[in-house]
């Protein structure tokens, strides 16, 4: 079966041809900044991302007549189960209709492979979408009855990378327990209890600062500098997704080149060693919910690429704890393979 994976990004749409299990194609199509600058909602951008990938499988050779189902990123929607949900028209006018968690590229993944289906009669799919929440009830509670902490997390990857550990371990996935943390450009250390993830510390809330994001920080301290003026209210959702963390105090997210200047910069050394000891940190912290039972600590994302990272993080925990590295992210293949899934009927489809 031929599937055809979508996944917005900010400025770019990954985009994938599978021939079941097995890639074909694959390219991280870049739209210019004067492309979508100005643009007001998703929909604007709709027919530009369309026209993108539609020039992509033409240049491959393909039409989107060739494909038996299409795979989209599943956005910030509501709180919903893991799984294979088929994409309807109450997704997408939930989306138009902005009935959302919050905004985020990702959504376009829903409306462009809606498209897609209603123009070729085959069905699109979302797969364990960014809002997947199946968090244990007491992981939720905070210390103030009108806040929660919130299930958002890497769930695509999280579940993809727990899945292969428990294949290549010969377990059963619904049957294991693992924690899983996730390094990219936003951090989140996620307990997987029987294929779940019941309880996330991530970098926007109560995880640690990533290259991106500012991670939890002293709340009376931030209220104290915005009182004083020294941090502007308007800034602060800027500094749990894209202006904190080490881009707060060097300007840049790219960890390769901060560990070359921590050669020789000590200062830089010490806030990427203070990043590798939060995320420690968090990965003990997720063995209290999981009662010290689980089969071993997966640590996957674009971090996971450096041995340095890897030392740094290994450093604070227990010498005999058991790592499976999956350097990367597996986005387009978790999707792609949920789909399989679907269609071969392995996985029961879920009603948004």
């Not at 240049?59 to 088929?86: E, H, N, S, T």
């Not at 991530?202 to 915005?226: A, D």
């Amino acid at each position: 079966m031929k599937i055809l994976v979508v996944n917005p990004g900010s400025t770019s749409t990954k985009v994938a041809i599978y021939e079941n299990d097995i890639l074909i194609h694959e390219e991280n199509i870049k739209h210019p900044k004067e492309q979508l600058n100005g643009l007001k909602n998703l929909s604007d951008e709709l027919p530009i991302r369309k026209k993108a990938i539609e020039e992509f499988l033409q240049k491959k050779g393909y039409d989107i007549f060739a494909f038996d189902a299409f795979a989209g990123r599943g956005g910030p929607l509501k709180p919903l189960r893991a799984g294979v949900y088929k994409v309807t028209k109450k997704i997408v006018d939930d989306i138009n209709n902005g009935n959302y968690q919050t905004l985020h590229s990702s959504l376009l993944g829903s409306l462009i492979t809606y498209d897609f289906s209603q123009i070729t009669g085959k069905s699109a799919f979302i797969v364990d979408p960014i809002s997947t929440d199946e968090m244990a009830n007491i992981a939720r509670i905070t210390g103030h009855p009108k806040i929660k902490f919130a299930a958002l997390t890497h769930a695509l990857n999280v579940r993809a990378c727990a899945r292969k550990t428990a294949k290549d371990l010969g377990l059963d996935f619904f049957n294991s327990n693992f924690i899983v943390a996730h390094l990219g450009g936003g951090i989140s250390i996620n307990a997987v209890s029987n294929g779940k993830i019941i309880d996330v510390l991530e970098g926007r809330q109560t995880g640690p600062f990533s290259p991106t994001s500012c991670g939890v920080l002293p709340v009376k301290t931030v209220v104290k500098l915005i009182i004083k003026g020294e941090l502007k209210i308007e800034e602060i959702e800027d500094l749990f997704s894209k202006n904190g963390g080490l881009t707060a105090y060097f300007g840049t997210d790219d960890v390769k080149e901060l560990l070359e200047r921590s050669k020789s910069d000590e200062y830089v050394k010490e806030i990427l060693e203070a990043m590798c000891f939060q995320i420690a940190k968090a990965i003990n912290a997720q063995k209290t919910i999981l009662k010290g039972i689980y089969n071993c600590i997966i640590i996957t994302g674009g971090l996971a690429k450096s041995e340095v990272i890897l030392d740094w993080i290994k450093r604070w925990l227990p010498s005999n704890e058991k790592y499976h590295i999956i350097p990367g992210e597996h986005e387009m293949e978790a999707l792609a393979l949920g789909v399989l899934r679907a269609l071969n009927k392995e996985e029961e489809v879920l009603e948004y």
